[in-house]
């Protein structure tokens, strides 16, 4: 079952302008999120996935920051051709995020209640009241207990959980189509973790929003997700269903990082495997190789790979991946 | 990228400190009239500024009911009387109540300092505000604007544009409060530059917030307690540059009873055979100088802990 996309993302390239030279955070980035899905864009740290999110809000800072091609489609309409008014009419109300720091994420000074219900009223046309009430009502779909009381405390009252649980409820509050959520559970402890993601799921088919996961974490991935990109150096490497990513992932890079993952099996059993890890540094963005960025770090590089970028081809059904060797390394 | 810059961990509201205040002087309690003698008790120095300048307001308000005498009127054959009767504080040279003069001094200098401070700080807001968020080449010349106010000794300027003025109630509002815009500006800026960077000013804007509204809204709230500190310590020299303005004939004018010019119309000829005339109205001063520099340390350091000595 294919549902119709809500978010296409088309060429995207994001650059930086920095004294050390042109980086290219996001370079040719595209991708569909379909109506309903979870879709996963994973990578390392500074791979440009936290970029990429920020360039599909229009909020790269800038300068030194700037969206130069590309077109971000939500729901045909692309959000990079509109004025930032209506850019600003999208962002919380047809389109949210949620961020990775729930404990800085609040305002200190105004209560928890204040901020939902300001949301509310940024983008609906209803009374204190009302916003009010559906900030009490948010409250208590994040599960979170005595929400009426709960809502006219102030974030330094509220635990890290709590505080995340607000900035969804936040976030949620305009039922928006589209959730990016920009590495929502790595700041928390790991049972909080587990219930976070949980909390959104469980909303997510409720309320039928499409989210956009974040992450480093290729457990939350496997968790979660229905799709997967990954990322590298700013560019997509690799796409594919979870199950068929996670059962013959066709990068090195992917390969490299399905091996970094301990596993219990392993772990339990007689033989200890030692984990694998990726050899070598992310290059930096502003000094990047001609060819394959991730050549350097390769075991099956050659000349090949040094001499051009590996074009993003469909090697089995739906997997998409950039690689000169796909075909023989499966 | 801008991850890790903005992970400086602010978040240091007044509910907070607050909060953490009093759980440090050992409080559970929930009254807020506890919660008052607790911060009293953790702050006797603090406590003490507070007494002070409320015993000057109170005694402004109602200037009317503990006075019996007109401090305008003159009274020839009742001149440079000793403190003690009918006169406390004894009389001037054209036998003017010092007491009832000293009383409605109050109201002089509070409004005085009260305005200019005020008048100071909403446009030193209004500036650094503007200057920290919008920066770029309106934040750069409008520093080196602040730069040129911040040079000239505070008295100084006051001193020339309360001459260019002329010497009125409002003149001298203004001339005061024109050299503290700096202070306050740079003080808003600073921390508007810090907050700009922090996450929930992102968060804001990922809600779909104007500009506008995150400056006033989300910026501004937060930078109240660094401003109440820095107004506090403004108010004293307030104070002291007015009696300094009117000490030198350029601030309040004749017959209003400012104690700047009680000073400065007594300290030459009579400050041997009269020393009332001085005593009184320097102590006024001092006293009430005294007192908003003890609330200001005590208000700092509940209210900015990172400044903490």
């Given at each position: 079952m294919i549902a119709d996309p809500i978010l296409e993302v088309a060429g995207l390239r994001t650059v930086f302008f920095t004294a050390a030279g042109?980086?290219?955070?996001?370079?040719?980035v595209s991708f569909t999120l379909r109506r309903g899905e979870v879709l996963a864009v994973v990578g390392e740290s500074g791979c440009g996935k936290s970029i990429t999110a920020l360039s599909l809000m229009r909020l790269v800072p800038s300068p030194p920051g700037r969206i130069v091609a590309g077109s971000v489609k939500l729901e045909g309409r692309d959000l990079l051709a509109i004025s930032e008014a209506e850019m600003r009419a999208v962002r919380g109300n047809l389109m949210s995020m949620i961020f990775q720091e729930p404990m800085t994420s609040?305002?200190?000074?105004?209560t928890v209640g204040e901020q939902i219900a300001e949301t509310v009223r940024l983008h609906r046309d209803v009374s204190k009241a009302d916003a009010w009430a559906r900030a009490v009502e948010m409250l208590r779909r994040v599960r979170i207990p005595e929400p009426a009381q709960r809502?006219?405390?102030?974030?330094?009252?509220?635990?890290g959980g709590m505080r995340q649980r607000a900035m969804i409820a936040i976030a949620l509050a305009c039922d928006p189509k589209v959730l990016i959520a920009d590495e929502?559970?790595?700041?928390?402890d790991v049972t909080i973790q587990a219930q976070i993601l949980d909390l959104m799921l469980q909303l997510q088919q409720e309320s039928g929003t499409s989210v956009l996961l974040i992450t480093h974490d290729l457990g939350v991935v496997a968790e979660t997700a229905q799709r997967v990109v990954v990322m590298y150096a700013g560019r997509k490497i690799e796409e594919a269903s979870v199950e068929d990513l996670f059962a013959r992932p066709m990068h090195p890079y992917t390969h490299g990082l399905m091996r970094s993952i301990p596993h219990l099996a392993a772990m339990s059993g007689a033989v200890a495997e030692r984990l694998q890890e990726i050899p070598g540094m992310v290059p930096a963005l502003s000094n990047l190789p001609?060819?394959?960025?991730?050549a350097a770090r390769?075991?099956?590089?050659d000349a090949a790979c040094a001499a051009g970028v590996p074009p993003l081809e469909?090697?089995?059904?739906d997997h998409y991946v950039a690689c000169w060797h796909a075909g023989t390394l499966v | 990228m801008p991850r890790s810059i903005r992970a400086s961990g602010w978040g240091h509201s007044m509910a907070e400190t607050y909060g953490r205040e009093l759980r440090r002087a050992g409080a559970d309690a929930n009254s807020p009239v506890r919660r008052l003698v607790l911060l009293l008790r953790r702050y006797p120095l603090g406590a003490a500024g507070a007494f002070i300048l409320t015993v000057f307001v109170l005694a402004a308000i109602f200037a009317d009911a503990i006075?019996?005498?007109?401090?305008?009127r003159t009274n020839a054959p009742e001149k440079l009387m000793v403190p003690g009767g009918k006169h406390w504080f004894g009389s001037d040279v054209m036998g003017r109540d010092i007491y009832s003069r000293i009383v409605f001094g109050a109201r002089i200098s509070l409004a005085v300092s009260l305005g200019a401070t005020t008048l100071g700080s909403v446009l030193g807001v209004a500036v650094g505000l503007a200057s920290g968020y919008l920066g770029g080449t309106f934040d750069l010349c409008v520093q080196r604007v602040m730069d040129v106010l911040q040079a000239l000794p505070l008295l100084v300027l006051a001193l020339v544009t309360s001459a260019a003025l002329g010497p009125s109630l409002t003149n001298t509002v203004i001339a005061i409060a024109i050299p503290m815009i700096p202070a306050s500006a740079r003080v808003i800026r600073s921390n508007t530059l810090a907050l700009r960077e922090a996450a929930f000013i992102e968060a804001a804007q990922v809600q779909g917030m104007s500009e506008w509204r995150i400056a006033i809204r989300h910026i501004l709230p937060n930078t109240v307690a660094p401003l109440i500190v820095l107004a506090t310590a403004q108010l004293g020299s307030a104070i002291l540059t007015e009696a300094s303005l009117s000490f030198l004939?350029?601030?309040?004018?004749?017959?209003?009873?400012s104690w700047g010019r009680m000073l400065s119309e007594s300290?030459?000829?009579?400050?041997?055979?009269?020393?009332w005339l001085v005593i009184f109205p320097g102590a006024a001063i001092s006293l009430m100088v005294f007192g908003t520099n003890l609330l200001g340390d005590a208000l700092r350091d509940i209210l900015d802990p990172r400044q903490r000595g």
């Open positions: 042109l980086v290219r955070a996001v370079e040719d609040l305002n200190p000074v105004l809502a006219k405390e102030y974030p330094h009252q509220l635990s929502p559970t790595t700041a928390l001609g060819g394959c960025a991730f390769c075991g099956h590089a469909e090697r089995r059904p | 006075t019996w005498l007109d401090p305008l004939g350029l601030g309040i004018p004749e017959p209003a009873p300290a030459a000829e009579y400050m041997r055979t009269a020393p």
